[in-house]
T-cell receptor, first 114, second 114 residues
Framework: DTAVSQTPKYLVTQMGNDKSIKCEQNLGHDTMYWYKQDSKKFLKIMFSYNNKELIINETVPNRFSPKSPDKAHLNLHINSLELGDSAVYFC?????????????FGQGTRLTVV | AQSVTQPDIHITVSEGASLELRCNYSYGATPYLFWYVQSPGQGLQLLLKYFSGDTLVQGIKGFEAEFKRSQSSFNLRKPSVHWSDAAEYFCAVGTPNTGNQFYFGTGTSLTVIP
């Protein structure tokens, strides 16, 4: 069973479109994250979310919005896609408030905006 | 503010040679520290983690890391590298006191030559 799964794995779309990337975790975690990995492999946190709090990296454009229908899902919605949005997006999850927690990652979604 | 520095962007070693990847962190409280590995086209896999106690931690695939508070370092080591170790390695700091965030270094790309 995949612990953190993302769909789709690859996404090619045109500028200006709106798209969503789905993420689901079956670990029972209560905190989920979205990271963006650019072409230089740098991992930048975009959002972290649990059922109480959304923490947004202030450098993330408001075209990006996380949507969580329930504790096991955190989808990433992107409006008006731009060329610079091309990257690999990783979803992750962890246990909130645990003393020895780490983040578990999905396999990534490679987004290409043309 | 928290930050993670990996001074070496790229390292090349011969198969069977020893390896050390450097990581320095900046964090005001007791850090939670991690090393992740990313194989091409894959997500991030946890190699090892440090929360407290013994400053030398053992991980998977024969890796170990040593936490040195005086140097704010958490270097990753392996006595004998295998060709399958070629990957991208990320050091990360966790901040359980501030919303359970995980911040990553810029990564070190490891090439293994026969």
């Amino acid at each position: 069973d995949t612990a953190v799964s993302q769909t789709p794995k690859y996404l090619v779309t045109q500028m200006g479109n709106d798209k969503s990337i789905k993420c689901e975790q079956n670990l029972g975690h209560d905190t989920m994250y979205w990271y963006k990995q650019d072409s230089k492999k740098f991992l930048k946190i975009m959002f972290s979310y649990n059922n109480k709090e959304l923490i947004i990296n202030e450098t993330v454009p408001n075209r990006f919005s996380p949507k969580s229908p329930d504790k096991a899902h955190l989808n990433l919605h992107i409006n008006s896609l731009e060329l610079g949005d091309s990257a690999v997006y990783f979803c992750a999850s962890s246990r909130q408030g645990a003393l020895n927690t780490e983040a578990f990652f999905g396999q990534g979604t490679r987004l290409t905006v043309v | 503010a928290q930050s993670v520095t990996q001074p070496d962007i790229h390292i090349t070693v011969s198969e069977g040679a020893s390896l050390e990847l450097r990581c320095n962190y900046s964090y005001g409280a007791t850090p939670y520290l991690f090393w992740y590995v990313q194989s091409p086209g894959q997500g991030l896999q946890l190699l090892l983690k440090y929360f407290s106690g013994d400053t030398l931690v053992q991980g998977i695939k024969g890796f170990e890391a040593e936490f040195k508070r005086s140097q704010s370092s958490f270097n990753l080591r392996k006595p004998s590298v295998h060709w399958s170790d070629a990957a991208e390695y990320f050091c990360a700091v966790g901040t359980p006191n501030t919303g359970n965030q995980f911040y990553f270094g810029t990564g070190t790309s490891l090439t293994v030559i026969p």
